[in-house]
């Protein structure tokens, strides 16, 4: 049953909202102008009906896309950690599917999708003809461009579809203003931000900014996370999808950063386990993580061993 069928057999929804949502369903596209003003209406009808202690949460639009990177894609549901954030030019349309925040990094799945043969011109495997740009949700000033990895091709994607990460260092971030992405479409001759609609503000090389489209994302912290500490004082970020270390804590001077760091996850009971799998590794100048392949409770560890050296809580 979903929100829809539920509301109306509790007498819970006006009925004049009946076409609305049948054309608002996961699948097909939606404007967020007009997602917003309709999910108020619906809100407003049902606000005297729904129990006490009863919840609904909401589902992905590409659930796929959000399990080819975070398998934990029903427990993300079930939490309720669910962005469906869209946007789109025209051409192409974006989807942030999920944010999570645990204190150190903003980490999301975005799903591109081309809206007709226009957009196709950028969807090609291989070379994306977009990027993303973070910038504060007040004023649009500037927070960086670096904010996604490199997209996955693995042979699955559809030609004009693909999903990729978004990945946002918060150090130094005020997240009490926000956060708002820009997108930008690119052509063979274009700058980095293409030929969009200029902003006004510059980023760090003083470069004008320009964007096609754009979306507000959600900045609240939702993820748990435990700080971790080495007997000599050095500290490192344990969360449900990443393990965070500033500065590198596994640059360990008898081996090269090309080289996988050994980790074990320490248990309530002392016991040891390896780290067998993750998303993504990824070598910074001033901190270094690795993002799971599915979300972890942290209050079943006491701590993390990296190369050899215990970080306990």
């Not at 057999?9 to 909202?17: Q, S, V, Y």
């Not at 964007?211 to 490192?236: M, Q, R, V, W």
Request: proline share 4%; aromatic share 10%; hydrophobic share 35%.
């Amino acid at each position: 049953m979903n929100e829809y069928e539920y509301l109306r057999l509790t007498n819970g929804i006006d009925e004049r909202f009946a076409a609305e949502y049948e054309s608002l369903r996961p699948g097909k596209p939606i404007s967020v102008k007009r997602s917003v003003k309709i999910a108020v209406g619906i809100a407003a009808a049902a606000a005297f009906v729904i129990p006490v202690g009863a919840y609904a949460y909401s589902t992905f639009m590409h659930k796929e896309n959000v399990q080819h990177i975070i398998k934990s894609a029903d427990e993300l549901e079930s939490r309720g950690i669910v962005a469906n954030e869209t946007t789109d030019d025209g051409e192409l349309r974006f989807t942030v599917e999920t944010v999570m925040y645990d204190g150190c990094q903003l980490y999301g799945v975005l799903t591109v999708e081309s809206m007709n043969e226009s957009g196709m011109k950028y969807m090609s495997p291989g070379r994306l003809g977009y990027d993303i740009t973070a910038v504060y949700a007040d004023n649009g000033e500037f927070i960086t461009n670096d904010c996604n990895t490199s997209v996955i091709y693995d042979g699955t994607e559809k030609y004009g579809e693909n999903r990729q990460p978004i990945l946002i260092n918060t150090t130094g971030v005020d997240m009490s203003r926000g956060i708002r992405l820009l997108f930008h479409k690119r052509g063979p001759t274009d700058n980095y931000y293409g030929k969009g609609t200029l902003t006004g503000q510059r980023d760090n090389n003083e470069v004008p900014i320009r964007f096609d489209c754009e979306t507000i994302i959600p900045t609240e912290k939702n993820i748990k996370s435990a700080e971790l500490k080495s007997a000599d004082g050095k500290s490192i970020v344990l969360s449900e999808y990443e393990l965070y270390c500033e500065p590198a804590a596994w640059k360990a001077a008898d081996r090269g950063i090309s080289k996988d760091p050994d980790i074990l996850f320490i248990g309530a009971d002392g016991g040891k386990t390896p780290l067998e799998s993750y998303y993504n590794l990824c070598y910074m100048e001033d901190y270094s993580y690795i993002t799971f392949n599915e979300l972890l409770d942290v209050d079943d560890y006491r701590g993390v061993e990296i190369n050899g050296i215990e970080y306990l809580k």
